[in-house]
């Protein structure tokens, strides 16, 4: 992937950008308008300045308040096509989640409900261009993994949802910046599962 680099005249625009930037722990390089961007991968402008770059850009207006989904929209346009994005989720009393474009780590976070690991993932995918979606949910607590199985199936129709077997997920070296559990959901990201299929009412015993 090429560099990010922040062009614009506007001081306090500037500042905003490189202020997003460091919240979504993403380097990045600053240039004049004056400068050359050929080195550039993507600059972050301003709307009205973003007309003038013919290298990709993303104007600051465009990007999201919250840090996990503005990093993931600047990665996903540095990528070449889109990706996959791929969640990993490990259920428990605290509820660890990690996700991926590609190999490349766009967030993680530690939730203590489901629902708002489930609204983190819609918010994700709403916000984040992909190719497909691709959820693992670790099989450590069953009505857990088949509650946010079936909730995110609801609210994201277009995800493919596998049920991992989890077990190993929780040893081993846990990676820099990760807490224990989101680090075993990452690890639950790369784990092949299987599919999850959602029951139809009817099939539900009474």
């Known amino acids: 992937m090429g560099r990010i680099c922040v062009v614009t005249a506007d001081g306090r625009s500037y500042y905003a950008i490189v202020s997003k930037l460091r919240d979504a722990g993403l380097p990045f390089l600053s240039l004049l308008p004056s400068d050359d961007p050929q080195e550039c991968g993507l600059v972050i402008t301003t709307k009205r300045e973003a007309a003038s770059f013919t290298s990709p850009t993303i104007p600051l207006e465009e990007l999201d308040e919250n840090p996990d989904v503005a990093r993931g929209q600047i990665l996903s346009k540095l990528a070449v096509g889109e990706q996959i994005m791929v969640v990993g989720i490990d259920p428990g009393s605290r509820i660890g989640a990690a996700a991926f474009m590609g190999e490349t780590r766009l967030a993680s976070r530690t939730f203590n409900s489901k629902r ?69 959901a990452a690890r639950i990201a790369f784990r092949k599962g299987i599919v999850f299929r959602k029951r139809s009412p009817a099939s539900r015993s009474p």
Do not use: F, M, N, Y
Request: avoid cysteine; charged fraction near 25%; aromatic fraction near 2%.
């Open 116 to 184: 708002g690991v489930v609204s983190w993932v819609a918010r994700l995918v709403e916000k984040v261009p992909s190719r497909r979606l691709l959820v693992r949910v670790g099989d450590g607590e069953p009505g857990t993994a088949t509650w946010l199985a079936e909730s995110l199936i609801s609210v994201i129709p277009e995800a493919a949802v596998e049920i991992v077997d989890e077990s190993g997920t929780s040893r081993g070296g846990t990676a820099k910046g990760l807490q224990k559990d989101q680090g075993s």
